[in-house]
């Protein structure tokens, strides 16, 4: 039985991931349990759970494994099992963020976040800051990049 490191992981952009114990069986073993505790920044974010959900960082992973192990006793075929044992292993564990979406919902009626200026509206047009109808289009969607919004299907404002 093994315990394996968790590969570095990427969240969505400002979402969480889902991290779980890693464990390989070999021979004759039965996992009884795998759990994991968590600390970032020295405070203890999970303790002995199957899995925990964690935002974009730098933690410190300990696994623990309860397992048993068998033998066969060759005159009847029957398995004797051990007491439980129990493994564990430290490791540190890199979150990365994810890219920031390319697309996303207007913050208010009338304006986009800072990281999204381009306003894209419900006839398919999309303004872009210090155009002429910027400030009193109400945006559908809101965008990076010109390009993104022509992706999306918008074309340009023909007034600028």
Same mark, same amino acid.
């Given at each position: ?7 570095? $992981? ?16 070999? %021979? ?13 920044? #020295?405070? $203890? ?11 974009? %960082? ?6 623990k494994?309860?397992y048993?192990?068998?033998?066969? $006793?060759?005159?009847? %075929?029957?398995?004797?099992w +051990? ?30 976040? +800072? ?7 419900? +006839? #398919?047009?999309?303004?872009?800051? %210090? #155009? ?14 010109? +390009?993104?919004a022509?992706?999306? #299907? ?7």
């Amino acid at each position: 039985m093994t315990i394996k490191n968790i590969g570095t $992981k990427t969240a969505p952009y400002k979402k969480k991931v889902t991290v779980k114990p890693r464990v390989t069986r070999s %021979g004759q073993v039965a996992v009884k349990s795998k759990t994991i505790s968590v600390r970032h920044d #020295g405070k $203890k974010i999970a303790s002995n759970v199957r899995q925990v959900r964690l935002k974009a %960082g730098t933690y410190k992973v300990a696994t623990k494994v309860r397992y048993r192990t068998y033998t066969v $006793k060759a005159s009847t %075929g029957a398995k004797v099992w +051990s007491a439980v044992k129990v493994k564990t292993k430290a490791q540190k564990l890199v979150v990365r963020q994810g890219k920031r979406p390319s697309r996303t919902t207007p913050v208010s009626t009338y304006d986009c976040p +800072s990281w999204a200026p381009i306003k894209g509206n419900q +006839s #398919g047009i999309y303004h872009v800051p %210090g #155009g002429n109808f910027y400030d009193q289009t109400t945006p559908e969607e809101c965008f990076t990049t010109e +390009s993104a919004a022509r992706d999306a #299907g918008y074309r340009a404002s023909r007034a600028g």
